[in-house]
């Protein structure tokens, strides 16, 4: 079967559909075509706004058009570039101080857990908490009445042995006599001479369990084995106490003098073991955990014997006298430890150094009050103050306060001086006008005048052929019309505007 012809209508669908299927196409290229000119537009604004001034004034924003009224006002155009004020110091030298700095820990010289010896009651505390005390003072008591019972009855045992001992040695002389006489037999004999011994080991058993006894009543008396201050007590009166108690009655840590322990690492144990097997007292100074207040100073004690494998460090030992206790067990503090002293170096303040690609550098003052930057090379610092090795002599000038303002060349003051004032390139008239260059627009007069509203009306207009009035006769101020009719530019006139 053969198709029906198209319709006309048929194409016109079709080409109506496609069109409808490219109109999405085209708004996106649209689109995506304001989108990069935004962005090209928006990178060239960027890159212009952040072209840094050369801080020269350009030649057509000093002057205006020809007849117009640009130009900047106030003589601003040709003035000279401002000093900054600044802070300087000058170059010296001084002693500078070598330090370690390091962070350690105070560890009690001694520390001792007071426990009780014998078991039994404990009847009374002697101390207060916290509470110095010194070696052999009482701290509390344990009841002694079971062990004076013992005693007393441990002595009853050796008097009764000694009463025995006594009555078998007279035995034994009695046979010894008998047996000199053959009335005994030596075997008795020998028999008595054993009893004697007997009773005498016997006796020494009951004196052994007397001393024993006595001492477990001086150990009633519980008394400050080290001088030093007892913390928190850990048993009440009224308590079972024994042998085995784990926390004891109350900790004494011993803290005048105190060490403090700390770390360096092992690439600075070479110069320390010079200096320290040489027999120098090297002075370290114990700071607070913000290392502003010095809390005492002492010296080096010992230095561990081996190096920490995990940490590349070595343990030091320092020991302070720490006579009005400023140091506390376990308190954190920073140490700084004299090695060396390096004299006659050249030092400068720590504000004056600025860091930049080139490394470290200073602006120096130069004899025409600009300055010029410098990289130097910095030694050790003490406080406030760097050393300088390189870079600066002896007597020079560098910034100290506000070098972040300045660049290479920049023209400074100095506090004690006053700043010199901006020249301009044209000096103003009698009247206060600055005379303005060919092509210049006008000036504002510095004395305050304004402008004439109409440049154009300071002069008559003229027209051809006709005369001039008397009395407005041109003079030397004011040329004559051209043969064309039209105005010359008038010129500036004394305490009058030109165009």
């Known amino acids: 079967?053969?198709?029906?012809?198209?319709?006309?209508?048929?194409?016109?669908?079709?080409?109506?559909?496609?069109?409808?299927?490219?109109?999405?196409?085209?708004?996106?290229?649209?689109?995506?075509?304001?989108?990069?000119?935004?962005?090209?537009?928006?990178?060239?604004?960027?890159?212009?706004?952040?072209?840094?001034?050369?801080?020269?004034?350009?030649?057509?924003?000093?002057?205006?058009?020809?007849?117009?009224?640009?130009?900047?006002?106030?003589?601003?155009?040709?003035?000279?570039?401002?000093?900054t004020p600044v802070g300087a110091t000058v170059v010296k030298p001084a002693d500078v101080n070598v330090f370690l700095t390091a962070l350690g820990t105070v560890t009690p010289l001694n520390t001792v857990t007071v426990?009780?010896?014998?078991?039994?009651?404990?009847?009374?505390?002697?101390?207060?908490?916290?509470?110095?005390?010194?070696?052999?003072?009482?701290?509390?008591?344990?009841?002694?009445?079971?062990?004076?019972?013992?005693?007393?009855?441990?002595?009853?045992q050796l008097a009764r042995d000694q009463a025995l001992l006594k009555n078998a040695r007279i035995d034994l002389d009695r046979y010894q006599t008998l047996v000199k006489q053959d009335s005994a037999p030596e075997q008795q004999l020998a028999t008595q001479q054993a009893l004697v011994e007997q009773y005498i080991g016997t006796v020494k058993t009951d004196q052994a369990q007397i001393d024993g006894v006595k001492l477990n009543l001086i150990y009633a008396r519980i008394t400050a084995p080290i001088g030093g201050r007892v913390g928190l007590r850990q048993v009440d009166p009224g308590n079972y106490v024994q042998t085995g108690d784990t926390n004891g009655i109350v900790v004494i840590t011993q803290l005048s003098p105190v060490n403090v322990v700390f770390t360096l690492p092992e690439d600075n144990i070479p110069t320390v073991l010079k200096s320290f097997n040489a027999g120098n007292k090297l002075v370290v100074?114990?700071?607070?955990?913000?290392?502003?207040?010095?809390?005492?100073?002492?010296?080096?004690?010992?230095?561990?014997?081996?190096?920490?494998?995990?940490?590349?460090?070595?343990?030091?030992?320092?020991?302070?006298?720490?006579?009005?206790?400023?140091?506390?067990?376990?308190?954190?503090?920073?140490?700084?430890?004299?090695?060396?002293?390096?004299?006659?170096?050249?030092?400068?303040?720590?504000?004056?150094?600025?860091?930049?690609?080139?490394?470290?550098?200073v602006y120096v003052l130069k004899d025409d009050h600009t300055v010029t930057a410098r990289v130097v090379t910095l030694g050790p610092t003490e406080g406030e103050q760097v050393a300088v090795l390189t870079g600066v002599t002896k007597g020079e000038t560098v910034v100290s306060d506000g070098a972040d303002r300045l660049r290479e060349g920049a023209a400074v003051t100095l506090p004690n001086e006053q700043p010199a004032a901006a020249v301009p390139a044209v000096q103003p008239a009698a009247d206060g006008t600055i005379p303005r260059k060919p092509g210049e627009g006008r000036h504002r007069p510095q004395n305050g005048a304004a402008p004439a509203a109409n440049p154009a009306a300071a002069a008559p207009e003229k027209t051809p052929g006709a005369s001039t009035p008397p009395g407005n006769a041109p003079t030397g101020n004011t040329p004559p019309a051209n043969s064309s009719g039209a105005n010359p530019p008038a010129a500036s006139a004394p305490g009058g505007s030109g165009t």
Do not use: C
Not at 119 to 125: D, E, I, K
Not at 145 to 156: D, F, N, T
Not at 312 to 321: H, R, S
């Open 285 to 361: 100074a114990a700071y607070d955990r913000s290392l502003t207040t010095k809390l005492a100073d002492g010296n080096l004690a010992s230095v561990d014997n081996q190096i920490d494998a995990t940490t590349g460090t070595v343990k030091l030992k320092a020991q302070f006298a720490n006579t009005d206790e400023s140091l506390f067990a376990n308190q954190f503090v920073n140490v700084k430890m004299l090695t060396n002293t390096l004299h006659d170096a050249l030092v400068i303040p720590s504000s004056a150094i600025e860091r930049g690609t080139q490394g470290t550098y």
């Open 115 to 156: 426990r009780t010896q014998i078991s039994g009651q404990l009847l009374r505390v002697q101390f207060q908490e916290g509470q110095l005390v010194k070696q052999g003072d009482l701290l509390a008591e344990v009841d002694p009445r079971p062990y004076q019972a013992q005693l007393a009855q441990y002595e009853g």
């Open 1 to 83: 079967m053969t198709s029906p012809p198209n319709h006309p209508l048929d194409s016109y669908r079709d080409s109506s559909r496609r069109g409808q299927q490219s109109a999405p196409r085209r708004w996106w290229l649209w689109l995506l075509a304001a989108v990069v000119i935004a962005v090209i537009v928006y990178f060239v604004f960027l890159r212009h706004a952040s072209t840094p001034s050369t801080g020269q004034p350009s030649a057509a924003a000093g002057a205006g058009a020809p007849g117009g009224g640009g130009g900047r006002r106030g003589g601003g155009a040709g003035m000279g570039q401002q000093a």
